[in-house]
């Protein structure tokens, strides 16, 4: 019984091994030929070990400014998003009003559409008015638009487990409503807008589909890829895929550890004992005077 | 009194910013696609609004056999993600121990890779001379001349890996949250595994399923950059032709139409689950103040 039940851990343990490799297998292979010397147009069969593509990056006729401008907009869009989203999930956790879950139901409808959906939209209403241009401008609204629902489900999640009290306790102080937003309620609920906000920057990186749509001339990175996916792939593409790839999984184990340190701190300071023979700490001496 | 007039309005101003951005720029796109796909006309001779209602007739028609393929390979790459995501979701809620968060990260690090590009890493990986291949014919299962690429596996492949965290995080919350005295009250009345497998964990875990099926099965039935990149124009599917009638030919009538036609479909599906599922679980809504 107990080898037969190892056995079926064993296998168990070996089939989620297996999964995982599946989902890594292709960022292994991206790595990998990032640092190839290929013989043709195409990236696709590996010939010989190569720095020339990460020594030269910017190699590649417009990739440099592709990669400026997915940047720009990923910066901007989720600094706008990440604002009016926030703004969005605090009424919609922290008041009850009427017409609240219609607008539940709302924020949640563009995620359960299809991307192409969207992007289609959008375009038909730009094309309608003629304006603004299709271009930047219009991939930014764009961004904003398919962010923003994602954001106020972020941060949403943070606010619900969120203790009232603390602000209540802030106002019985003296503080300001703004006041008690800026120093107690925003420090709280730091966390779950930060994770929004770097959901947000991934992304609008990312994103082709929707931009697709309300491109214009402008290219953005997932923009030029496209393009060259039919012409030729140089192994710049895999270095530059690779530096996003670094970069947001280096953001992401930053993010992950100061918020278990805040949160580890956090933890310590309401019921931290206080041990009889050491000194009371100063704040509690006006009490007993 | 003012007080209280600035408290009741208080949560209205906090919406206006983001709720009139979304109303702006998706609800009212919306309707202007709605109106487009009424229209009559050419690029050329510009297009004039007749309600011609028979462009979703004629476009269901024109393109049924790209609909059925997109909800066929959807389901299908659904399917297979459930399959695989649910053992190795169970796996780090129940027994990865401290090494749950370094697993959960590198369920979600495929995110990190521009998706393009990660579609076509499996162009590398599927390649006629590749590993899979020539390992699949030397055992037989693939033919001399058999080739994964340009076929429906390699983009029920492409979909299936592309959607697969979406299908594992919803997976990973709800098997977390299940309280593992459950699992214990289960075994104490002599329920074997298989027993407390069925009676207790699926039945706890099912929101994760619906919520996980969900966010795999819309985003794969509108997906047209798998089948364009690993397929080939036998393996289109709804996507493409709505991507290639707005941007290619044109035809906005029949793309937008085509598009209402995929989103309607699509709501019937959501509104199904959440039927079975109730709508807190799938808006996530649950434990909010009433």
């Known amino acids: 019984m107990t080898l037969r039940r190892r056995g079926l851990d064993w296998l168990l343990n070996a089939y989620a091994g297996l999964a995982l490799i599946y989902l890594l297998l292709p960022i292994g292979v991206i790595l990998a030929f990032s640092f190839n010397n290929p013989v043709g147009r195409f990236n696709f069969i590996w010939n010989e070990f190569s720095l020339d593509a990460w020594k030269h990056p910017f190699a590649v006729e417009g990739i440099g400014s592709a990669l400026e401008k997915s940047l720009q907009i990923a910066a901007l869009s989720t600094i706008f998003a990440t604002i009016l989203g926030t703004l969005t999930a605090l009424a919609l956790v922290r008041y009850e009003f009427k017409g609240r879950s219609p607008v539940n139901f709302f924020i949640f409808i563009p995620l359960a559409t299809p991307e192409v959906v969207l992007g289609a939209a959008l375009l038909s209403q730009f094309l309608n008015w003629g304006t603004p241009q299709l271009g930047f401008a219009t991939i930014l609204i764009a961004h904003i638009m398919f962010n923003l629902s994602f954001v106020v489900i972020t941060v949403r999640s943070r606010l619900i487990g969120f203790d009232r009290s603390l602000e209540e306790a802030a106002q019985d102080l003296g503080a300001t409503p703004w006041e008690t937003f800026r120093l107690v309620t925003l420090p709280l609920i730091m966390p779950g807008v930060v994770s929004a906000a770097l959901l947000a920057f991934a992304l609008s990186i990312d994103d082709f589909v929707i931009t697709n749509f309300n491109s214009g001339s402008t290219i953005t990175f997932p923009l030029f890829v496209w393009g060259a996916a039919r012409v030729a792939i140089p192994p710049q593409i895999y270095v530059i895929a690779s530096m996003i790839f670094l970069f947001t999984v280096a953001m992401m184990i930053l993010t992950v550890w100061q918020q278990r340190r805040a949160e580890r701190m956090a933890a310590v300071r309401p019921d931290e004992p206080t041990a009889p023979d050491e000194p009371t700490p100063a704040v509690a001496e006006p009490a007993t005077a | ?290």
Request: charged fraction near 15%; aromatic fraction near 12%; glycine fraction near 8%.
């Open chain 2, 1 to 290: 009194m003012a007080s209280r007039l600035r408290k009741t309005s208080l949560p209205y101003v906090l919406l206006l910013p983001g709720l009139g951005f979304l109303l702006l720029f998706f609800a009212l796109p919306l309707v202007y696609m709605a109106l487009e796909s009424l229209k009559t006309g050419t690029i050329d001779t510009g297009f004039q609004l007749t309600w011609e209602f028979s462009n979703y007739t004629e476009a269901l028609k024109n393109y049924d056999e790209q609909f059925i393929r997109s909800f066929e390979y959807a389901g299908l790459a659904t399917l297979i993600a459930l399959l695989i995501g649910y053992p190795l979701a169970y796996v780090i809620a129940f027994r990865a121990g401290r090494w749950r968060n370094a697993l959960l990260l590198l369920v979600i690090v495929p995110f990190f890779v521009t998706y393009l590009i990660r579609t076509l890493s499996w162009e590398t990986i599927l390649s006629d001379s590749g590993i899979v291949v020539n390992t699949l014919q030397s055992i037989g299962i693939l033919s001399e001349d058999g080739r994964l690429l340009d076929t429906t596996v390699s983009v029920v492949a492409g979909i299936t890996y592309n959607y697969l965290p979406f299908m594992i995080l919803p997976l990973y919350a709800s098997l977390e949250r299940i309280d593992p005295r459950m699992l214990e009250a289960g075994y104490d009345l002599y329920g074997r595994r298989r027993d407390v497998f069925r009676h207790v964990t699926l039945p706890l875990s099912m929101p994760g399923v619906v919520a996980g099926t969900l966010l795999t099965f819309i985003p794969a039935a509108g997906d047209f950059i798998n089948a364009q990149l690993l397929g080939t124009p036998k393996q289109f599917m709804i996507g493409n032709v709505i991507q290639s009638r707005y941007l290619v030919v044109a035809d906005y009538p029949t793309a937008a139409a085509l598009s209402f036609l995929l989103m309607a479909f699509m709501l019937i599906i959501v509104l199904i689950w959440a039927r079975i599922a109730g709508t807190e679980a799938l808006l996530g809504t649950e434990g909010e103040r009433a």
